[in-house]
Structure formats: structure tokens, C-alpha cells
């Protein structure tokens, strides 16, 4: 006799999310597992990097900081006898005392965003060496090392796939653990023990007690993570953009657009003779001298431009202006910035980070503390226990998978599938609502996780159907 389908339950929710954490735990863990461990290695990064690459990055002499033009002059003494088609893209004058200017040259063969940076001594132009930088963070060799692994696995865009899924994944089993470790909570005896592990336990109850513990403690740091993580994706990434454009969220940008009229300001401006001189079509190569870097910043200083860490790019082309940026990451943060014209040497463009909109503001600052740069090391030491954890969590769960297999088994068993068929129809189609919006939101969450409502609903069936015919 044709069995008939169970009634709705009020467990079906919990079921799901248990199913839900099993399998993507089982399956994303591993890329979950890498992303942590190498994360952890990268949010110390920025206080390994000076030890690495100390004599590059100190001065060794005590004297007063020569101007920028005398330490821009030297860089390019310096590149044309070790990279001659290098050229100079980017100023980063020394930060205080101690420190090195870093004049940025742009070089074939380097990655993407990346330039070679001569480090040059600001007191007596000493040129310290040169190391490939990346992005506005300055990566030295080392953190962009790191940060490629995390990011890619090397493998290019194909590989960011693996640390998409993995942060977009972290924050969905995160919240899924989260709900469970709540529902054993409020029947839970002893509710400590799932807020401290319990090591009066054995086997399975001692391993599910560090790891419920261990999830509850890093919820927040994974949530964070995660979210944050999603921005730099490529597929995920891509919407967060596109909404934040969409919501009008983004960052301002400085406007370097001079125009045709402004251009010709080369020949007729007060320094034009000092600049070169001559006639200038709009949209040529713009000649760009070591004394200019001087006199943009005495601009930018005096236009709004107050923090140390600075970078000073100069223009490409006569229609285009020059800037100069706040790039202080640390808080509090300094964005300020400023386009300058080189031909009338006045500010054009101003943007402070006051012009920010709110959610500009709190991406940029979680963006920075995922990096470990906002609140230095603590910061750092923050995030390396929060990605120990993680990985921590993913170790626990195999061992509990491995401690929960039959005997004679050769895996553990995994959670009882059918819970979308005991689900009332409304909680059925609010589940599949949910999947197609994450589907189209974070792409590689939906369609794993379409493919495993799927194969749990296919299961299912197959199941009752051979139970019934049987």
C-alpha cells in the first residue's frame, strides 16, 4: 500500500539548517579552511613587511628632508641605468622622520595595479633600493604574495572563484550554525557548555562542544569577513558595485579633467615657461619635471590636503591634472583629495572625506580593518584569532562528521534530508525564493545552493518511491 506524505512539522526549518551547515560545510570547507589559515598569515602581514624589507624602508640619514624634486631626480638617475623604460607614475613622500620616499615607476611585466617603487632616503637622496608595490595599500613583495594566494590560489580568475565561494558561503553556514546553536540553547541543560567548551565530554559531545563554542565566539568576526570579503569578488563583487553605483554609494573622485582651454593654459600661464614652455595640444604626453612635485603639494597642502601619507600622481596627458590623495588607512582616516592643474599651479577639484555618502564611509573602513590597517596591530591580532577560529570550526566539524560513521562505516552519516517535504507549502516557497535571490546576488552561493536543495529534494523522492514500491 502507497504510503502517504508526512504531515507538515515545526522541526522542518531546523532539519534544513542542519542539512544545510552539514553538506556546505562538507563540500566549501576546505576552500573555507584555506582562506582562513592564509588569511591569518596575511592580517599580520603589515607588521611583518618592515622587518622583511627594513633597509629599503628606513632612512639612515638624520638630516632635514630635501625638496621632493632633489629625492625624484635621484629615483630617476637610479631607474635609468637599472630599468631605462620605467616611467614615473606616483610620489609617496617619506611619511616622518625615519622613513623613505617612495618614487613609483610604471614597468611591463608587472601585475595589475602594481608599479616599481624606488625608495629614496629624504635626507641625503640616497637611493635604498627598489621593490615592486601594489594598490594604494602599498603591498611590499610579501603581502602581495600573501594576499594573491588568498585572494586566487594563483590561478587567476578561475581561482577567485575559490575564495568567492568561500566568503560568500562563510557568512550563510555562519548564520545557519548561529540559528542552530540557538535552538539547542533554550533546551539545552547546561547552557554553558555551549558558550565554553565542555572538556569533561568524550568523542562526539566533547568535539561538538569546542566547535558550537568556538562558532559562537567568532560569529561576528565571520560575518564580518565574510561581507567584506564579497566586495573584492568577481561575480559578487560586481553587484555590490553596481548596487552601491545604483544607491549612489559610492566614493567621490577628484575631477582631473582640464579641457581643451586649460590645456593651452600651459603656454600662456604663469609658469609655463618654467614648465616647459611651447605650444601644447590637448591630450598629448604632459612633461612632467622633478620640480613639479614640490610645487603640487605646496598646492594640496594649502587647498586641504593636512595628512602625512600622501601619494602625488601626476598627470598623464596635458588635458589632465594632476592629484594628490590622502592615503592614510590607519584611524582616523584621512581621504582628502585634490586636483591640481600644472599649468596655472591652482587646485580645480576638491574632495574630503566629509563628501563621502555613509555606506562609502563604512565600506572603506571595513575594507581597511580587513586589511589590518585600521586600528594596526590590535587590529591585526584581532583578525588572526578570528581566522584561527574559522579554521578551527572547519577541522572540528570533519572530526565530528568522522566520529558520527556507523561501525564498519567508512564516513559519517549526515543529517536526515526531507525537510522541504515536511515543510508547510509557504515555508517550501519561501526557501526557493530565498535561493533564486541569492542566486542572483551571490552567484556562486545560489547555484550551489539551487543544486543541493535539488539533489535533497531528488533524494527524497527517490527514497519514498523505492520505501513504496519496496
Request: proline residues 6%; charged residues 15%; glycine residues 8%.
Given at each position: 500500500?502507497p504510503?502517504?506524505?508526512?504531515?507538515?512539522?515545526?522541526?522542518?526549518?531546523?532539519?534544513?539548517?542542519?542539512?544545510?551547515?552539514?553538506?556546505?560545510?562538507?563540500?566549501?570547507?576546505?576552500?573555507?579552511?584555506?582562506?582562513a589559515?592564509?588569511?591569518?598569515?596575511?592580517?599580520?602581514?603589515?607588521?611583518?613587511?618592515?622587518?622583511?624589507?627594513?633597509?629599503?624602508?628606513?632612512?639612515?640619514?638624520?638630516?632635514?628632508?630635501?625638496?621632493?624634486?632633489?629625492?625624484?631626480?635621484?629615483?630617476?638617475?637610479?631607474?635609468?641605468?637599472?630599468?631605462?623604460?620605467?616611467?614615473?607614475?606616483?610620489?609617496?613622500?617619506?611619511?616622518g622622520?625615519?622613513?623613505?620616499?617612495r618614487?613609483?615607476?610604471?614597468?611591463?611585466?608587472?601585475?595589475?595595479?602594481?608599479?616599481?617603487?624606488v625608495?629614496?632616503?629624504?635626507?641625503?637622496?640616497?637611493?635604498?633600493g627598489?621593490l615592486?608595490?601594489?594598490?594604494?595599500?602599498?603591498?611590499?613583495?610579501?603581502?602581495?604574495?600573501?594576499?594573491?594566494?588568498?585572494?586566487?590560489?594563483?590561478?587567476?580568475?578561475?581561482?577567485?572563484?575559490?575564495?568567492?565561494?568561500a566568503?560568500?558561503?562563510?557568512?550563510?553556514?555562519?548564520?545557519?550554525?548561529?540559528?542552530?546553536?540557538?535552538?539547542?540553547?533554550?533546551?539545552?541543560?547546561?547552557?554553558?557548555?555551549?558558550?565554553?567548551?565542555?572538556?569533561?565530554?568524550?568523542?562526539?559531545?566533547?568535539?561538538?562542544?569546542?566547535?558550537?563554542?568556538?562558532?559562537?565566539?567568532?560569529?561576528?568576526?565571520?560575518?564580518?569577513?565574510?561581507?567584506?570579503?564579497?566586495?573584492?569578488?568577481?561575480?559578487?563583487?560586481?553587484?555590490?558595485?553596481?548596487?552601491?553605483?545604483?544607491?549612489?554609494?559610492?566614493?567621490?573622485?577628484?575631477?582631473?579633467?582640464?579641457?581643451?582651454?586649460?590645456?593651452?593654459?600651459?603656454?600662456?600661464?604663469?609658469?609655463?615657461?618654467?614648465h616647459?614652455?611651447?605650444?601644447?595640444?590637448?591630450?598629448?604626453?604632459?612633461?612632467?619635471?622633478?620640480?613639479?612635485f614640490?610645487?603640487?603639494?605646496?598646492?594640496?597642502?594649502?587647498?586641504?590636503?593636512?595628512?602625512?601619507?600622501?601619494?602625488?600622481?601626476?598627470?598623464?596627458?596635458?588635458?589632465?591634472?594632476?592629484?594628490?590623495?590622502?592615503?592614510k588607512?590607519?584611524?582616523?582616516?584621512?581621504?582628502?583629495?585634490v586636483?591640481?592643474?600644472?599649468?596655472?599651479?591652482?587646485?580645480?577639484?576638491?574632495?574630503?572625506?566629509?563628501?563621502?555618502?555613509?555606506?562609502a564611509?563604512?565600506?572603506?573602513?571595513?575594507?581597511?580593518?580587513?586589511?589590518?590597517?585600521?586600528?594596526?596591530?590590535?587590529?591585526?591580532?584581532?583578525?588572526?584569532?578570528?581566522?584561527?577560529?574559522?579554521?578551527?570550526?572547519?577541522?572540528?566539524?570533519?572530526?565530528?562528521?568522522?566520529?558520527?560513521?556507523?561501525?564498519?562505516?567508512?564516513?559519517?552519516?549526515?543529517?536526515?534530508?526531507?525537510?522541504?517535504?515536511?515543510?508547510?507549502?509557504?515555508?517550501?516557497?519561501?526557501?526557493?525564493?530565498?535561493?533564486?535571490?541569492?542566486?542572483?546576488?551571490?552567484?556562486?552561493?545560489?547555484?550551489?545552493?539551487?543544486?543541493?536543495?535539488?539533489?535533497?529534494?531528488?533524494?527524497?523522492?527517490f527514497?519514498?518511491?523505492?520505501?513504496?514500491?519496496?
Open positions: 500500500m504510503s502517504t506524505a508526512p504531515p507538515p512539522s515545526r522541526g522542518w526549518f531546523a532539519q534544513l539548517l542542519l542539512r544545510l551547515h552539514f553538506l556546505a560545510g562538507l563540500f566549501v570547507g576546505p576552500f573555507i579552511l584555506v582562506a589559515l592564509s588569511g591569518a598569515v596575511y592580517a599580520l602581514a603589515p607588521s611583518i613587511e618592515p622587518v622583511l624589507y627594513q633597509h629599503e624602508l628606513t632612512a639612515s640619514s638624520t638630516a632635514s628632508a630635501r625638496p621632493l624634486a632633489d629625492q625624484v631626480a635621484a629615483a630617476e638617475r637610479y631607474v635609468a641605468a637599472h630599468h631605462p623604460d620605467d616611467t614615473v607614475v606616483e610620489v609617496r613622500p617619506a611619511p622622520p625615519g622613513a623613505t620616499t618614487v613609483q615607476f610604471s614597468e611591463a611585466g608587472l601585475l595589475e595595479s602594481q608599479t616599481r617603487a625608495f629614496v632616503d629624504p635626507g641625503d637622496a640616497e637611493v635604498r627598489d615592486p608595490v601594489y594598490g594604494t595599500s602599498g603591498s611590499l613583495p610579501f603581502r602581495t604574495w600573501v594576499s594573491t594566494f588568498h585572494r586566487s590560489l594563483f590561478l587567476g580568475d578561475a581561482g577567485r572563484l575559490y575564495s568567492e565561494t566568503a560568500s558561503w562563510l557568512g550563510i553556514v555562519s548564520l545557519a550554525g548561529i540559528a542552530l546553536w540557538a535552538f539547542r540553547i533554550r533546551r539545552a541543560r547546561r547552557k554553558r557548555d555551549l558558550v565554553v567548551p565542555d572538556n569533561r565530554a568524550r568523542g562526539y559531545r566533547r568535539t561538538f562542544s569546542w566547535h558550537a563554542a568556538t562558532g559562537a565566539w567568532v560569529l561576528l568576526g565571520a560575518l564580518f569577513l565574510s561581507a567584506t570579503g564579497i566586495t573584492w569578488s568577481h561575480f559578487a563583487g560586481d553587484n555590490v558595485t553596481a548596487l552601491r553605483s545604483a544607491l549612489s554609494w559610492q566614493a567621490p573622485t577628484v575631477d582631473t579633467t582640464l579641457g581643451s582651454a586649460a590645456a593651452m593654459s600651459m603656454s600662456a600661464g604663469e609658469h609655463a615657461e618654467h616647459g614652455g611651447g605650444t601644447t595640444a590637448a591630450g598629448s604626453p604632459a612633461t612632467v619635471t622633478p620640480e613639479q614640490d610645487e603640487v603639494l605646496a598646492v594640496a597642502r594649502a587647498s586641504g590636503v593636512r595628512a602625512d601619507e600622501v601619494r602625488i600622481r601626476p598627470a598623464a596627458t596635458t588635458d589632465q591634472a594632476w592629484t594628490v590623495e590622502e592615503i588607512l590607519s584611524w582616523p582616516v584621512a581621504m582628502n583629495a586636483a591640481v592643474d600644472p599649468g596655472t599651479m591652482t587646485a580645480v577639484s576638491r574632495v574630503s572625506w566629509d563628501d563621502y555618502p555613509l555606506m564611509k563604512a565600506a572603506k573602513l571595513g575594507v581597511n580593518t580587513h586589511m589590518g590597517a585600521l586600528f594596526g596591530l590590535p587590529n591585526q591580532i584581532v583578525l588572526l584569532l578570528a581566522a584561527l577560529g574559522i579554521a578551527a570550526m572547519v577541522v572540528f566539524g570533519y572530526v565530528m562528521w568522522w566520529q558520527r560513521r556507523v561501525p564498519g562505516g567508512r564516513v559519517g552519516r549526515a543529517p536526515a534530508e526531507g525537510a522541504l517535504a515536511r515543510a508547510p507549502w509557504w515555508g517550501a516557497v519561501a526557501v526557493v525564493v530565498v535561493a533564486i535571490g541569492l542566486a542572483l546576488l551571490l552567484p556562486t552561493v545560489g547555484v550551489t545552493l539551487l543544486g543541493f536543495l535539488l539533489v535533497d529534494a531528488l533524494v527524497t523522492a527514497r519514498s518511491r523505492t520505501g513504496a514500491t519496496g
